[in-house]
C-alpha cells in the first residue's frame, strides 16, 4: 500500500530538549516536503527536497533542519524547540519528474513543546 | 512569488444545497492546481487536479472545479451536498520543477453542513 509514514503521532516535550520526527514514503518519489498547519493560517512549507542530498528552505525555516540522505526518508529535526514551534506537522511526499503529481500526505505529528 | 487565497474562511451549506468554495491564485504561467480535503484529526486527501486541457475537472465524492485563467480562479463545487463533506478544505499551487518546489496552500475554508 502506497504511503507516508510519519512518527510520532503526538510528541510533548520541553523547550530545548532536540527531537527529530520522521517521515518515509514506500513511493519512490523524489519530491518530499514538511508542512506546519496552525489554524487560520494553513499549510506553511517549512523544507523541501526535490531528491537525495538536494533540500530547500520552504516559506517558515527557521528553528528546523531536514536531511535527505536516502530516497524514502526525510526527518524534521528541532535542534532547539521552542513553545512557538507547538503545531501540527505533515510530511508529504509526489512526483515531480514530468511536472507535478499529487502530494500523498501523512497522518500528522501534534507536538507540543512546553 | 506564487500565492493562493481563499477568501472564505467558513461556510455553512444545508444538506442537498449546492457548494461552492473560491480559489484564487497568483502564479507566473500556468500552475499545477489541486483541492485537498481534511477530516477532523486525518491528513490531507486530494479531491482532483488541474494541470492542463479541458478547465472543467472532475473529481472524488462528486466534486468538480473549474479552472479560469482570466480570473485567475479555481474554483470547487459540488451540486449536492452530504453531511459528510463536513471537513476542511484548501486550495493549493502544487512543486514543480518549474516553480523549484516550492508549494503553497491557501489558508483553507470550514465546511459546516447543516441538516
Known amino acids: 500500500e502506497a504511503q507516508v509514514t510519519q512518527n510520532p503521532r503526538y510528541l510533548i516535550t520541553v523547550t530545548g530538549k532536540k527531537l527529530t520526527v520522521t517521515c518515509s514514503q514506500n513511493m519512490n518519489h523524489e519530491y518530499m516536503s514538511w508542512y506546519r498547519q496552525d489554524p487560520g493560517l494553513g499549510l506553511r512549507q517549512i523544507y523541501y527536497s526535490m531528491n537525495v542530498e538536494v533540500t530547500d528552505k520552504g516559506d517558515v525555516p527557521e528553528g528546523y533542519k531536514v536531511s535527505r540522505k536516502e530516497k524514502r526518508n526525510f526527518p524534521l529535526i528541532l535542534e532547539s524547540p521552542s513553545p512557538n514551534q507547538t503545531s501540527l506537522y505533515f510530511c508529504?511526499?509526489?512526483?515531480?519528474?514530468?511536472?507535478?503529481?499529487?502530494?500523498?500526505f501523512g497522518q500528522g505529528t501534534r507536538l507540543t513543546v512546553v | 512569488a506564487q500565492s493562493v487565497t481563499q477568501p472564505d474562511i467558513h461556510i455553512t451549506v444545508s444538506e442537498g444545497a449546492s457548494l461552492e468554495l473560491r480559489c484564487n491564485y497568483s502564479?507566473?504561467?500556468?500552475?499545477?492546481l489541486f483541492w485537498y480535503v481534511q477530516s477532523p484529526g486525518q491528513g490531507l486527501q486530494l479531491l482532483l487536479k488541474?494541470?492542463?486541457?479541458?478547465?472543467l475537472v472532475q473529481g472524488i465524492k462528486g466534486f468538480e472545479a473549474e479552472f479560469k485563467r482570466s480570473q485567475s480562479s479555481f474554483n470547487l463545487r459540488k451540486p449536492s451536498v452530504h453531511w459528510s463533506d463536513a471537513a476542511e478544505y484548501f486550495c493549493?499551487?502544487?512543486?514543480?520543477?518549474?516553480?523549484?518546489?516550492?508549494?503553497?496552500f491557501g489558508d483553507g475554508t470550514t465546511l459546516t453542513v447543516k441538516p
Open positions: 493549493a499551487v502544487g512543486a514543480t520543477p518549474f516553480n523549484a518546489g516550492k508549494s503553497t
Open positions: 508529504a511526499s509526489s512526483s515531480i519528474i514530468q511536472g507535478a503529481t499529487e502530494a500523498f
Open positions: 488541474y494541470f492542463s486541457g479541458d478547465t
Open positions: 502564479y507566473g504561467a500556468t500552475p499545477y
